[in-house]
Structures are given as C-alpha cells and as structure tokens.
C-alpha cells in the first residue's frame, strides 16, 4: 500500500514538471554553459550567477513587468552538445536570447546556428573570432584577449623585458590568448623563445619550466583558465627561476592565488576590475554595477566571485537594459543590444557598433599583481 | 603413398624434453595410431603435427609440403583436421553451428559477401547445412541438430566434434584419445566408426594410450616412450616387440 | 649546463613517474585479489586528497592526513560491499563497467559536495618556492616525501604480501580463488580487505601529491589513467615493477618536453609505451606465462 | 533468416512510426537529438560486433570516430582558393574532386568535395585501423584494453595540440554534405525530417549487414573464436586475421558516422575524441548486451537521445553511471535480458512479507 503512494506521488511528480510552463507573458532565456566538465571553473560560477540574477529581477517584478524564465543547459564543454542544445533552445524553447557558451569551440559550433535561427547570442568566451568577422545575432561579452596582451607588453616595455617564455594550456582560452601573443609581439618588439602548450589537466610542469630556465628568457607568460596556471607558478619558482611572470585574466580568481601561495607573490596579471572592486575609487564608473554584484554573490553563494561569473552578469544586464528599451521584439532589441553605449558591467564599459560586437577596449582591463595573498593593483 | 611424414622433430618444454627426434609417416588410406604411456608425448606430437606449437627441431611435411612453419588454421586449410583430448566445443553456439564451423575450410564467403548475403553465399550457406547435417546423421546425432553445444552429454559431444571435423572433409583426421571416457561398449562402437570414417577415404591418425581399441583397426602402430619413438610397425610386431611390453608392463595404467 | 639541464629534467621526470607510481600500486593490489582492474582508484586518490583538506580546516595535518585515509578506506570498503561482494562469479568485463560506473558517482559525488573549486594540502615540508638545491639542480621537498611515502609503500606491500599471514591469503585468492576458498580463506573478505588497502593506498597518495598537483573533483579520470598504463606497463600485478613503470613513462614524458613541443608530451609518450608493449606483451617486467593465465 | 527480416522491418516501421508520431504530437524538434542519437548508434553497433562478437574490446573507438569527422571537416574548409593557379589544384577542381563555395561571410572559397573527403576519410581510417590493428590485436584483455586506450589518448592529443585541426575550439563552419539534388546532411531546420530519416537508414542499412554477418560463416568462425580459439583454428579460422578485419570493419563505422554527424553539427570539436567517450561507447554496448546488436541499438538509442536533450541537467553523468551500475549489477547480459517478471515477483514477495 505504501509503495502504491510513493508510485502515485511519483507519478504526479512527474506529470507537474511535464505541464508547460506558464507561458505567459515571461521572458524565455536560454544559458548554454559548461556548469560541469573540464571547463567548470567558467560554467559553474556563470550558472550561479544567471540563477541569482534572475532570481534578482523576478523578485523586482522582471523586466517591463515581465517574469524571466532562464533555461541553462549543461553542455560539460562538448561543442556536439552545444549544438543539439542551441538547436532545442531556439527551435523549441523559442527563447529570446542564449548567454554562453562558455568556450570558444562551443561558441563557434553554434555561431552558425544562432545566426540561422536569428537569435541573439551573448558569448561568455574570450576568442576574437567569434566577433571577427562580425555576425548579426552574435556578441560577446568577454575583452578580447587582444587588450590583455597588448596591456602585458606595455607593463613589459616599462619594465625593459623583449625576450619571453610563453607557456598556455591546450583549451579554447590558451589557445586564443597563444595566438594575440604571437601576432602582437612583433608589434611590440617582443621575442618569443620558447612557446609551448600543456595539457590542461597536468598536475606537474617542473620539465615545462626547466625548458623556461634553459632558453634564458626575461619573463614569463602563463595563458589559462586551470589549476594549471598555480601550479606552473609553483615550479617556476622551484627550480630557481626568478624572473617576472605574467598570467592571463584567467588567473583573476583568488583561489588560484591561494593555491599557489608564496609562489604567487609578485606575479603580474591584467584582470577586469571585478577582482578589486573594494580598492575601486567610488567615482569609477563600473564601481556601482562591481560592487553590488560582487557582495551579492558572495553572501548567496560563500565564495569569492571570478570574472567568468562577471560575464554572465553582463551579458544579462546588457540584454535587459535592451528589452527594456525596445520591448520583446527580437529584432527591435538585437539593434538595441548593439546601439548599447556606455554601460557599465564587470568587465568594463560596454559600447556596441554594428562592427564591433565586444564593445570593449584596453580600458576593461587594468594591471594587477599578488601581494600578500591578496590581489592588488600593480604600481604604475 | 605418404600423406603426413614426420621427420626426426623435437620439442623441449624448460627442462621437459617432451618429444625427441620423432619421425614416422602415415601412409594415404590408412588408420595410424601412436600409443604409449602417459607423459610419453602424444599430445605434444599432436599439437606438432596440427601446427599448434612449432617444433624445435625437424620438419612436419603434409603431401611433401613441409608445414612445421605454418599457423594451425594454415595446416587446417590444407587437409587435417583434429579433434581434442579435452573436448573444445563453441559455448554458445547450437551443436548444428559447431558443426558447420567445420565446413569453414570448404566455403568462401567473406565479410563483404556475409554482409550482403548475396545469392551465391545464400547457396554456400545451405550447402554447409546440409552437409553438416549429413555428418551428424552418418554419426548417428542428427536429432540434436539444434540442442545447446554445451548442453550435450559428455559422449555426445564426442561425437558433435568428431562431426565438426569429418564435415571438413579433411585429407587427415587426427583424433587425439576420442576412446577416453567410453565404455567397452561405446569404444567397441567407435573402432567401427573409425573403419567407416577410414572407408570414406580419410586417412586416420589416432593417438590412444590404451591399446586394446587400436590393435584390431591400425594398419600400423607407433610406440612413445619418453618422448622417444621405440617401436613403429604393424600391430602384431608392435605387441611381440620386447620394448614395448617393458615399457606398457613397468607402467601402471590407471 | 648541458648536464645541469640533464638532471633538472631527470628530476621533473621523477616527479611525474612518483605521481603516477603511487597511483599505480592501488590498481595492482585489488588486482591481485580479485584479477580486476579498479577504475574507480583514481578517485580515491582525489576522495582522499579532498577530504585531507576538509578535515585540514580544524585538525592538525598528520591528523587531516590519517583520518582522510580512514574515509577512503571506509568508501573503498562499502563499495565493494554495495557493488562487488554479492556478485555471482561475476565476469571481468562486468566489474570492469560497475567500477567505471562507480568512478563516475564518486567524481559526480564529489562535484555536488566540494564544488569545481581547487583546493590543496599545504606543502609537508617548507612551501610552495622552496626547493633543495643539488649541485644546480633543484627539487621540491614535496617530491622527496612522495618518493619516500611510495618506498615505504612499496617495501610495506611486499613485506604484507610475501610475510603476513593476510598477505599470503590474500594472494592466493588471486591465483586461485576457488582452490582458496577450499583451503578455508575467507574470500569475500579478502577481497573487500583488498579494496580497503588499495583505497587507503589511493587516498595516502592523493595526501602526499596534492601539494604538487592540487587536487579537484575531476582529477581522478587523468590520475588513473596514467595508473593504469604505468600497472599494465610494468606488468599486472607487480607493485615494484608499477613503480618503475611509473619512473620510465615521467621520464619519458619529461625528455620528450626536452626535445618536443609539450603539447605532443602524451601522444609520444605513448607510442614509445606502445610500443614497448607490442614488443612485450605482458608488460615490461611481467612473466608471460602468468600474463596468459590472466584473460577476460 | 525470415527473423532477420521481420526484426529490419519492425525497426524500419519504428523509424517511421517515431517520426509520425514527433510530427502529430508537435514534437518534431525531437528529431534533431534523433538524429545525432543515430550517428553514434551507429558507432555503437560496429563497436558490439567487435566486443560481442570478435570479443575483443576497444576503449579507442572514439578515435575513429575522430578520423572520419576531422579529415571530413578538415578537408572540407581548408580554402584551397590561394593555390588556384598551381596545374594540380586546376587539374582537381576540374575533375569535380575540389568545390567553390560560399562561406559564412560572403566570401568564395575553394575546399575539397565531401563525397571526395568521405573517400579520403574512409581510406585514412581504414589503412589507420590496420596499422593500429596488427600489433594490438596480438594482446589480450587488460593489455587490449590500455593499448587501445592508448590508441585513443593519441588521437585526442593529436587532435588537441594540432592547430590545423583546430586544436581545443575544433572545427567549425563544415558545409553540408550534399546526398541528391535537394537533399543534404546538414543542421538546417528545413531537412530535419529528411536527415533523421537518412541517419537512421544508415542505422539500418548497417544493422542489417551486421545481422547478415553474423549469421553467415564469418558471423560463425567470430562466434567460435570467442568459444575456443584453439578449436577455431583447428577447424581453419584464421582468428587473428577476422580480428583484424572485424576491427576495421567497427572502425570503418566509426568513421562513417564520425563523417556524416560532424556535417550535421557543422563542426567537431576534440571532445569527441576523448577517452571518456569511448569509455561511454564501451558502457552502452556493455549495458546493451554484449552479443545483442538489438539490446545495444535501443540502449544507444535511448541513452543518446536522453543525454544531448540535457533531460539529467548537471546530472548527466551521473545518471548514466547509475544506469551502468544498476544494470550490470542487476541484468549483467543487457537490459533485454532483464527478466522483468522475477524481479517485480520478487518485490512484491518480499513486500507481502514485510507487510505481514
């Protein structure tokens, strides 16, 4: 008889989440992110953030009194899955808008789809190509790892460094951020010695940096988004090697820093302001949209924000300011997304052209360093 | 004329000189049998000679052609077929499909021509049918055509891979102890087959550690000792041969 | 230099080949009882790791460390419980896929409860730049307590297995579990034994490397992986011959980053190993005979 | 052999029946998840004739997969246009090996004919799956496993430090592959129902030359290698050489819907290459049954289709390692095996017993 109830209660379970949801006058987003898998560390925090961003507006009334209905899916990072998930959310779910992917392959496996679908796509991943050439329907919210390495060898020519070591993981963001580097280094008289490419899941690379030590170099440059990125700091220092390092914007999350401890101290990184929104002077423009985001994460969620997150909470700001000013017309508001001038988000101050879909520029980024295991701006 | 000839091969095993400079032939058309006591190397000599193991020394010609090189399934292809002194089924398979295995080296019909079951492998296919279930019929099995191979009854799947092998339609047929496990009754019954099997134009080599069944059936007898060959020659010789009554009367048979 | 450089290199070779030896060892103690191979033992290594660090926030490190061994050993021996222990001669392919299956809880387990995030074990001994300086070549105290922590492992395991009274059962339910059981060997309890100590194994390991590799939900699939090739590599079975396996593939690994861009380090390495195995099929220091006794 | 028939007919009706019912219910948008859910059956099946049959297990079948869909992608955008003028490239382009096309933004490019990479790929793989074949087949079970494992971290690593390949972003931008005039393997909504019925005719097709194999005298001679190898070829079998072939022919699989599935999506990327895929291959055919083509194709099919619908969420894992836990443990033949009768007998004994 009791298993009869609990079949019985099953069952209804299961008949109440097969209802369609109340269609109604809501606001269908889809999120396409990597919340598991190799690419976790920027899917999880953007999931986290979406669902507390939606939560935020719902409970404000949503966005022209309309409800937001966010749909995320799990694409662990296959770029086969973001596919058959674009194609559901678009076709099916009919939603207004997809947030993510996560990485840069996923991006562009449903860039096309997007486009053919004409649904306004807000990448979370950093490649250039994704903006470049320009597609309609697609932007992305992310700096272009361009501005990171072209601010990196500005604090390089300060410091009188033109030879460079360049280590980066085998992901999408290594990869993107291995390509700025060596196209913009000739722009900046910079010699790259030795440039290699390392498993994202390595658990050592003392041999990668004794490749470092023995071609001499001046500094060097760390691309990636893993725990990768702490422990080549670590071995860097292990083997003797003195020398400055630069990281990526990937290494803007604290826990990195922790992990790698003393070895972390000292270590130069360009890294949106998000990370040091206490130290922003109240009148920076991104102060407001940094600090709130940053202390409503932390209290709902216990951990220290990360700029992947941050991006998550731009490309849902940036679509809302949008419907709000030309309501739920989908074409109405991919003009508006792209006529958007000025706004402030986490990774900087966003302004879209109808030839630039990042709406970014060097200024999203500023020089950071590690001092006392704490992130701080680097002296000028 | 000969059919197999063994010429003076050895096989070593570690310390275990298993088979010494064995050499003998079997001549086409007749029932050959080597006997001797158990651990004198018949097993050893029969996986020679079916290209189970290569012989350390000595050459195996089947029809002239030396084959001690040769994979089994190469030696198979060309005219000898076994059967084992612990009997090796297919699990899994219905003693039919064990049987028709046996036609494998008699057909053709490869990947693409399985995949497509075209005309002419449909033809092959019912062809093996037939004469497998010809073999199990000669044998007297026929109504277990489509029992479980694993299923069977120890005597019974005796006869399901003397079946598998005589559907090769072998030059040689090689079996290795098939008296083991068999009443007075049942063995008496399978001297009998082993003439018809003979009669059908086959050429038998029999390995057998009892001589009572191959006395009365052999055209000749070979004798190992130790991995030694001691005697060779027909029956009657064989049993006056001093040799051989020391050794089969040192030996306690169990 | 050029000498320098030979040693540097020798050495990172010893730190990858310690990693992967001391994950290697775990494969072959459940495989010596019970002739499987346990594709959940690199999530021991990451349960163990992760759990160190957890108990880490309020006791003291030798106690963090013993008691996160004491966890793992306790998961490793419920699992064979759950999953194993009532199987009806169950084949290997079967157990095979129920550890894979378990491997993919665990992980999946571990990422609802820890989350993504990366954590690790403070270093034993000094820190994360520290480092002892031999003639010019430097080496982390960490990789020191590894090799260490895997020697006394190894001569543990052997001595267990060639002079206890356990140890002996426990083997001979590997060579044959029948004939054990005959003899009066408890052999269920063998095998649930041998998953505990390959658990406890696994989880020691993943103490002892976290400071080097850090340790997060998914790092077990890579660890036993590359446990599994340095187990097969040096013949199944064989806790020393694991370990020396282990020493060639990080030497390996490490030279090729020498010579070779790193991002081809695994598919080199690899293929040398393949190779070695298609030129020794029952691996390198293994017995081919008693290879052939062991097939699916 | 009528048995044959009448279970290709009933999984033909199926296909249809599906598609009618997606297109009443609203539903057709199921179709797109079928549709790849398709392709990796295919890969499925090959795999079950190699472990279930040949016995012998490949933990690098997602290797293959990755032979056919990267040199199919690769061929199929490098822009050739550059090299117009040099003889060999004029002399291809004119033999209707090369292709002009348009690319995403407007501009003309020149790249290689997909019926022409299909043949390539299919070539690669096949003279791939021998090399590969020979010597590993020589080993037996843990030892197979690791060396085919390691034939598919090679391949993935590869694939993942390779910048023609795209490296870690893989390959996007792969056109359609044109099959008539009118009909192409692409993601477009328009040819949705077209290209679910023309991934799960492959389906059958293969399925019905793999039913046909094994129940012909190769099918058999696979059959008694996997009872006694010894007697196999005692009888004649050459085992090493119907290994090898029964490797290439999965691998050949592979590879064709490697092919087709990366035309579909318009691109690959290296996760299809990895270990945890092939691990996840050897898990369905291991949950389908191992000798079951049938229990393997339904299990691919469901489980498939279940996890690119993102039905499990950040459970998608999970759940699977469930399934696999729950069926070997609980019906280690294949879910068709499971003897659904006892088992709910013996919940409900052992209810009535509790309850009294």
């Known amino acids: 008889m009791k298993r009869f109830r609990i079949l019985a209660a099953v069952l209804g379970i299961i008949a109440v989440l097969s209802l369609p949801a109340f269609a109604a006058e809501t606001i269908k987003i889809g999120a396409v992110l990597a919340v598991t898998g190799p690419a976790s560390f920027l899917g999880a925090p953007e999931a986290k953030t979406l669902e507390m961003l939606v939560d935020e ?324 | 004329m000969t059919l197999l000839e063994a010429r003076s091969i050895s096989k070593r095993f570690g310390g275990l000189q298993a088979v010494k400079d064995v050499s003998f032939s079997v001549a086409q058309g007749s029932i050959k049998a080597v006997i001797g006591p158990n651990g ?152 009998v087959l082993i003439t018809k099997i003979r009669d059908r134009g086959i050429t038998v080599l029999i390995v057998e550690h009892d001589m009572s069944l191959v006395m009365n059936i052999s055209d000749e007898v070979v004798v190992l000792s130790y991995g030694e060959k001691i005697a060779d020659n027909k029956p009657l010789a064989v049993q006056k041969d001093p040799q051989v009554v020391r050794v089969y009367l040192g030996e306690d048979e169990c | 230099m050029f000498l320098e450089l030979f040693f540097q290199y020798l050495v990172a070779g010893l730190t990858y080949g310690t990693i992967y030896a001391v994950v290697g060892i775990g494969f072959n103690i459940i495989y010596n009882t019970t002739g499987i191979i346990n594709f959940a033992q690199g999530e021991f290594v990451m349960l163990g790791g992760m759990t160190a660090v957890s108990l880490h926030a309020f006791l003291p490190l030798p106690l963090a460390i013993a008691g996160a061994v004491l966890v793992t050993m306790a998961v490793g021996g419920l699992i064979e419980m759950l999953f194993i222990r009532w199987l009806v001669k169950p084949s290997v392919l079967r157990m095979i896929i129920i550890t894979i299956g378990v491997s993919i809880l665990i992980r999946e387990g571990a990422l609802h409860l820890w989350g993504e995030g990366i954590r690790s074990l403070p270093y034993f001994t000094g820190n994360e730049v520290s480092a002892i300086e031999i003639g010019g070549v430097r080496v982390s105290p960490q990789v020191l307590w590894a090799l260490g922590v895997a020697a006394i492992v190894v001569l543990l395991l052997n001595v267990f297995f060639h002079y206890t009274m356990l140890g002996r059962e426990m083997r001979a339910c590997a060579s044959n579990r029948d004939a054990a059981a005959l003899c009066g060997i408890p052999t269920r309890n063998m095998v649930t034994l041998s998953f505990v100590v390959s658990a406890g194994i696994g989880a020691l390991a993943g103490c002892v490397v976290s400071p080097i590799t850090q340790t997060q939900y998914g790092i077990g699939a890579g660890l036993a992986i590359k446990g599994f090739t340095v187990a097969i590599l040096g013949g199944l079975g064989n806790s020393m011959a694991a370990v020396g396996a282990g020493f060639i593939l990080g030497i390996l690994e490490s030279f090729s980053i020498w010579v070779m861009p790193t991002a081809y380090k695994d598919a080199i390495s690899i293929t040398i190993l393949l190779a070695m195995l298609f030129a020794r099929p029952s691996g390198l220091f293994g017995n081919s005979e008693a290879a052939r006794l062991k097939e699916f | 052999m009528f048995q044959r028939f009448r279970h290709i007919t009933a999984l033909a009706a199926a296909i249809a ?119 590993v087949l020589k080993l037996k079970g843990h030892y197979l496993a690791m060396a085919t494992l390691g034939f598919g971290t090679i391949i993935y690593s590869v694939v993942l430090a390779t910048s023609r390949f795209g490296a870690a972003d893989g390959i996007s931008s792969v056109p359609a592959f044109p099959l008539l005039p009118g009909l192409a393997v692409t993601g477009g909504s328009s040819q949705r129902v077209a290209n679910y019925y023309f991934a799960w005719l492959l389906v059958t097709v293969g399925m019905l030359l793999l039913i046909n194999l094994i129940h012909s005298r190769v099918g058999r001679a696979l059959r008694s290698i996997h009872g006694a190898e010894d007697a196999a070829g005692a009888m004649g079998v050459d085992a090493a050489r119907y290994k090898l072939n029964t490797f290439i022919l999965s691998a050949v699989y592979a590879a064709v819907a490697g092919v087709f599935l990366t035309h579909y999506n318009g691109g690959i990327g290296p996760s299809e290459a990895s270990i945890m895929k092939s691990v996840r291959y050897v898990a369905i055919v291991a949950v389908g049954g191992m000798g079951s083509l049938w229990g393997t194709l339904i299990m691919s099919a469901v489980l498939n289709f279940l996890s690119l619908r993102g039905y499990f969420g950040t459970f998608d894992d999970a759940v699977f390692g469930s399934i696999l836990i729950a069926v070997m443990l609980f019906s280690p033949e294949g879910v068709l095996k499971l003897d659904i009768r006892s088992l709910v007998g013996r919940w409900i004994r052992t209810d009535r017993k509790a309850g009294a």
């Not at chain 1, 939603?95 to 679908?117: D, L, R, W």
């Not at chain 4, 057709?28 to 859910?37: G, Y």
């Open chain 2, 40 to 191: 004198a190397g018949k097993t050893t000599l029969f996986n020679l000679l079916s290209g189970f193991i290569a012989p350390d020394s000595g050459e195996v010609l089947l029809r002239g052609m030396p084959v001690q090189d040769l994979p089994s399934h190469a030696i198979a292809t060309r005219g000898l077929s076994r059967t084992f002194q612990h009997i090796r089924l297919f699990g899994g398979m219905s003693a039919l499909e064990n049987v028709m295995v046996g036609r494998h080296v008699r057909s053709r019909a490869g990947f693409m021509a399985g995949m497509l079951n075209l005309a002419w492998t449909r033809a092959e296919e019912r062809d093996i049918r037939d004469r497998a279930l010809d073999s199990m019929e000669f044998l007297g099995i026929g109504q277990l055509a489509h029992a479980n191979a694993s299923s069977l009854s120890y005597g019974q799947q005796r006869a399901v891979e003397l079946a598998r092998s005589l559907t090769s339609e072998p030059e040689i047929l090689l079996l290795d102890e098939p008296a083991a496990g068999l009443n007075m009754r049942e063995t008496a019954d399978l001297a």
């Open chain 1, 57 to 380: 507006v719902n409970a404000k009334g949503g966005i022209n009194g309309k409800k937001v209905e966010l749909i995320v899916k799990d694409t662990q990072a296959s770029p086969e899955k973001a596919v058959s998930f674009a194609k559901q959310l678009i076709d099916e779910d009919k939603v207004f808008a997809i947030i993510g992917p996560s990485t840069s392959g996923e991006t562009m496996a449903i860039k096309n789809i997007a486009e053919e679908g004409k649904t306004i796509l807000l990448s979370c991943a950093a490649a250039e190509v994704i903006v470049n050439p320009v597609a309609k329907y697609v932007f992305k919210v992310a700096p272009s790892d361009r501005y990171a390495v072209e601010m990196i060898f500005s604090q390089m020519k300060k410091m009188g460094i033109a030879k460079i070591g360049v280590l980066s993981s085998n992901t999408g963001f290594g990869k993107a951020g291995k390509e700025q580097i060596e196209k913009l280094a000739p722009e900046h008289g910079i010699r790259i010695l030795v440039n290699e490419v390392y498993d994202k899941s390595a658990t050592d690379l003392t041999a990668e940096a004794t490749k470092i030590k023995a071609a001499n170099v001046q500094a060097v440059v760390n691309w990636s988004i893993e725990p990768a990125q702490s422990i080549v700091i670590k071995n860097i220092r292990q083997i003797g090697l003195t020398i400055p390092v630069f990281q990526s914007h990937g290494f803007a999350n604290i826990q990195y820093a922790k992990a790698a401890g003393a070895a972390a101290e000292g270590v130069l990184f360009p890294a949106s302001r998000l990370v040091v929104a206490d130290s922003l002077p109240a009148k920076h423009p991104q102060k407001a949209a940094v600090a709130s985001y940053k202390k409503a994460y932390e209290t709902r969620f216990k951990e220290d924000v990360s700029t992947f997150g941050g991006h998550a909470y731009d490309s849902l700001m940036i679509l809302a300011k949008a419907i709000e000013k030309a309501g739920t017309d989908k074409e109405k508001v991919r003009e508006a997304v792209e006529a958007t001038k000025g706004l402030a988000g986490t990774a900087g101050v966003f302004t879209f052209s109808a030839t630039d879909h990042n709406g970014l520029d060097m200024n999203a980024f500023a020089m950071l360093t590690v001092r006392n295991g704490r992130f701080a701006p680097a002296e000028k």
């Open chain 4, 17 to 135: 029946a599906v598609q009618l019912l997606t297109a009443a219910t609203g539903k057709e948008f199921f179709l797109t998840q079928l549709t790849m859910a398709g392709y990796y059956t295919l890969v499925i099946i090959g795999l079950c004739l190699l472990m279930g049959y040949a016995g012998q297990i490949s933990l690098g079948h997602a290797g293959f997969f990755a032979i056919g869909g990267y040199t199919s992608a690769v061929l199929t955008t490098v822009d050739l246009s550059a090299w117009k003028a040099a003889p060999a490239i004029s002399l291809l382009a004119k033999s209707g090996i090369l292709t002009g096309r348009a690319d995403l933004y407007g501009g003309q490019i020149l790249t290689v004919h997909p019926w022409a990479a299909f043949l390539c790929a299919l070539c690669i793989t096949i003279v791939v799956a021998f090399l590969i074949g020979v010597p």
